[in-house]
């Protein structure tokens, strides 16, 4: 089992930054590979980043490709988000996720584990 909780969001003008994190207890966290995902109002939950255990493969969205950065510390059990260039569409809850495998990771319904999500509002 693996129980994630994610933090800092909140509300960002247009062109800002933000960092979200989620912090992971349970066992293995080092073997998951974690990863984003988010959705906004009426829409599907929709892939973002995601990130393979040993920290050294990314793979992103087109939409936030070259705008956000995925990272995490495995001493620290945390996985990170970091957005910049944010635009109003970035607005969704965003929503940490863990897998026992990269494979398929971005289809939301493979996912294993799931936070509760953090809301993040864009303003233009």
């Known amino acids: 089992q693996v129980q994630l909780v994610e933090s800092g969001g909140g509300l960002v003008q247009a062109g800002g930054s933000l960092r979200l994190s989620c912090a992971a207890s349970?066992?293995?966290?080092?073997?998951?590979?974690m990863g984003w995902f988010r959705q906004a109002p009426g829409k599907e939950r929709e892939f973002v980043a995601r990130?393979?255990?040993?920290?050294?493969?990314?793979y992103y969205a087109d939409s936030v490709q070259g705008r956000f950065t995925i990272s995490r510390d495995n001493a620290q059990n945390t996985v990170y988000l970091q957005m910049n260039n944010v635009k109003p569409e970035d607005t969704a809850v965003y929503y940490c996720?863990?897998?026992?495998?990269?494979?398929?990771?971005?289809?939301?319904?493979?996912?294993?584990?799931w936070g509760k999500g953090t809301l993040v509002t864009v303003s233009s």
């Open positions: 996720a863990a897998k026992t495998t990269y494979l398929t990771f971005t289809n939301y319904k493979t996912i294993d584990y």
């Open positions: 349970g066992r293995a966290f080092s073997t998951y590979t």
């Open positions: 990130i393979r255990s040993s920290g050294t493969t990314a």
